[in-house]
């Protein structure tokens, strides 16, 4: 009996353990989703990954100083599916990019709606299904 519960458990614990996590951070408690910033700058690091990826741009602000943002991109999957890959924004790339931002200005981070690098005119975030999800 106590060898039949014991398979019991470990069977029900295997088939939990093998089943996809679907666990999901809220945005709007990170995002301001109702509004908009904008920023130009320059590339420093992609890391195109799941559940999402992230894009950090150097940002010369008024005074002078110099700011590294935190951009919050759609998952790497998402982008791979639309030929985005690590190689496609690449550190020194010019861009300009418009997103939800952080509910806390000291983070210096955004949510991307969409990007822009000029040199090239390439983009995402302006076609049907370019979202952050």
């Known amino acids: 009996m106590v060898k039949r519960k014991l398979?019991?458990?470990?069977?029900?614990?295997?088939?939990?353990?093998?089943?996809?996590?679907?666990?999901?951070?809220s945005h709007a408690s990170t995002y301001f989703e109702d509004k908009r910033e904008e920023i130009d700058g320059e590339v420093i690091q992609v890391s195109i990954r799941n559940p999402h990826?992230?894009?950090?741009?150097?940002?010369?602000q008024s005074n002078g100083e110099m700011i590294v943002y935190a951009i919050e991109w759609a998952a790497g999957t998402q982008l791979n599916r639309v030929g985005i890959s690590g190689k496609t924004?690449?550190?020194g790339d010019k861009v300009h990019v418009m997103g939800a931002?952080?509910?806390?200005?000291?983070?210096?981070?955004?949510?991307?709606?969409?990007?822009?690098?000029?040199?090239?005119?390439?983009?995402?975030g302006f076609l049907?299904?370019?979202?952050?999800?």
Do not use: C, Y
């Open 89 to 91: 924004l690449k550190p």
């Open 7 to 25: 398979f019991l458990v470990l069977a029900g614990l295997t088939m939990v353990a093998g089943m996809p996590v679907s666990a999901h951070h």
């Open 128 to 133: 049907p299904g370019e979202v952050v999800g």
């Open 101 to 124: 931002p952080g509910r806390n200005p000291a983070d210096h981070r955004l949510e991307m709606q969409n990007i822009v690098r000029p040199s090239d005119g390439w983009k995402w």
């Open 53 to 60: 990826s992230w894009v950090h741009v150097n940002v010369k």
